[in-house]
């Protein structure tokens, strides 16, 4: 009997602690399985990248197909996003034609943008992807003073060794953990972060896709995405004993990483 964590959907009180095979961005070749089978974020997550600011105008910085956008307009705030991969502006045009959608990286938001646009700048699952001096460097010149830069990701919960084990057979790059403080610049006061742990309910069939939606998978020769799908099954139904008909609970966490500009 595998233990697999919380039941979906729940999170616990917040808790303050603290491309391609030849190279590239390798979501420029994402498909739609990124929209569908990535999880959104939990509502206390984003309320913790929001609390204490009052009518913020936002920028979801690396915004991918609009997952984190969607979630901050719907909390009726001014959110506009920047993605610097076309198959993903793509998918956030489709399904967030309203959201103003600029092209370009972290590290251009000083020229894309005037001096003191935002109240926060957000990177939601996408900060591991920069070059950190020089997005810290453009994020001080385009926040207002008393703004703040917010790194959040949702992180199969690696503390359950069966995930553990699921997050290495798929090469999840993308495993941060709580004690891990990212590093920011002088600009930034110490980063503190809020943790949230939940669950999401879905087949074992679409574990398969979702390891298709991971950089390592997109960035694979035809062979080497063979390769790790097979793995992938050898762990979910010979290791696990599972099959893909029934269902399984992934858990998950939620990190939100919150530096305000130090004053």
């Given at each position: 009997?595998?233990?697999?964590?919380?039941?979906p959907g729940s999170i616990t009180d917040r808790q303050q602690v603290g491309g391609t095979a030849s190279g590239g961005n390798p979501y420029t070749l994402a498909g739609t399985d990124y929209e569908r089978y990535r999880p959104t974020y939990p509502?206390?997550?984003?309320?913790?990248?929001?609390s204490g600011l009052k009518n913020p105008k936002t920028l979801d910085v690396g915004a991918g197909s609009g997952k984190f956008t969607r979630a901050l307009a719907a909390r009726g705030v001014t959110v506009s996003a920047l993605e610097p991969a076309a198959a993903m502006r793509e998918m956030f045009r489709e399904s967030l034609p309203?959201?103003?959608?600029?092209?370009?990286k972290a590290e251009d938001v000083a020229e894309l943008f005037a001096p003191k646009t935002f109240d926060a700048l957000c990177f939601a699952q996408s900060w591991h992807w920069v070059d950190k001096e020089a997005a810290c460097a453009a994020a001080l010149k385009v926040l207002q003073p008393?703004?703040?830069l917010v790194i959040i990701y949702n992180q199969m919960n690696v503390s359950f060794p069966w995930?553990?084990?699921?997050?290495?057979?798929?090469?999840?790059?993308?495993?941060h953990h709580p004690d891990r403080i990212p590093q920011l610049g002088k600009?930034?006061?110490?980063?503190?972060?809020?943790?949230?742990?939940?669950?999401i309910s879905l087949p074992v069939a679409a574990l398969f896709t979702l390891a298709k939606t991971r950089s390592s998978y997109l960035r694979a020769s035809a062979s080497g995405k063979r390769h790790l799908q097979t793995n992938l099954r050898s762990y979910l139904c010979d290791d696990l004993g599972l099959n893909p008909e029934q269902s399984v609970t992934l858990p998950y966490y939620t990190l939100v990483w919150i530096a305000p500009v130090a004053n």
């Amino acid at each position: 009997m595998v233990d697999l964590g919380p039941p979906p959907g729940s999170i616990t009180d917040r808790q303050q602690v603290g491309g391609t095979a030849s190279g590239g961005n390798p979501y420029t070749l994402a498909g739609t399985d990124y929209e569908r089978y990535r999880p959104t974020y939990p509502p206390l997550a984003v309320d913790a990248a929001l609390s204490g600011l009052k009518n913020p105008k936002t920028l979801d910085v690396g915004a991918g197909s609009g997952k984190f956008t969607r979630a901050l307009a719907a909390r009726g705030v001014t959110v506009s996003a920047l993605e610097p991969a076309a198959a993903m502006r793509e998918m956030f045009r489709e399904s967030l034609p309203q959201i103003p959608l600029y092209e370009g990286k972290a590290e251009d938001v000083a020229e894309l943008f005037a001096p003191k646009t935002f109240d926060a700048l957000c990177f939601a699952q996408s900060w591991h992807w920069v070059d950190k001096e020089a997005a810290c460097a453009a994020a001080l010149k385009v926040l207002q003073p008393g703004g703040r830069l917010v790194i959040i990701y949702n992180q199969m919960n690696v503390s359950f060794p069966w995930v553990k084990r699921l997050s290495r057979v798929m090469r999840s790059g993308d495993v941060h953990h709580p004690d891990r403080i990212p590093q920011l610049g002088k600009g930034f006061a110490k980063p503190e972060l809020s943790l949230f742990q939940w669950g999401i309910s879905l087949p074992v069939a679409a574990l398969f896709t979702l390891a298709k939606t991971r950089s390592s998978y997109l960035r694979a020769s035809a062979s080497g995405k063979r390769h790790l799908q097979t793995n992938l099954r050898s762990y979910l139904c010979d290791d696990l004993g599972l099959n893909p008909e029934q269902s399984v609970t992934l858990p998950y966490y939620t990190l939100v990483w919150i530096a305000p500009v130090a004053n």
